[in-house]
Every structure is written in structure tokens, then in C-alpha cells.
């Protein structure tokens, strides 16, 4: 079991993975719903790696 740290240190990792994907999408805004989806789909993604 990985410590606190190793836990913030993948949290931090997760969200600057996350703000990378919607960054570099090319859209400038997104709605709730959109982000969600966007959310969904990548969840799903990576439950199939």
C-alpha cells in the first residue's frame, strides 16, 4: 500500500494528465456536459488498458 505522499503524488499526476488531454484538444470551452463526457470516455479508456 502506497503512502500519503505516493497518493497526492498520483492525484497531482492524474489532474496535470487531465488538464494536458482538454488543453491540447483544440476546443476553448467546454459545458458541464461536455466535460463529463469527456471525463466518461477517458474513465473508460483507461479501464480497458
Avoid: P
Amino acid at each position: 500500500m502506497g503512502t500519503e505522499n505516493e497518493r497526492k503524488d498520483t492525484q497531482q499526476a492524474i489532474l496535470y494528465e487531465l488538464r494536458r488531454l482538454i488543453k491540447n484538444s483544440g476546443k476553448d470551452s467546454y459545458t458541464v456536459q461536455e466535460l463529463c463526457d469527456l471525463l466518461d470516455t477517458i474513465a473508460e479508456a483507461k479501464a480497458q488498458e
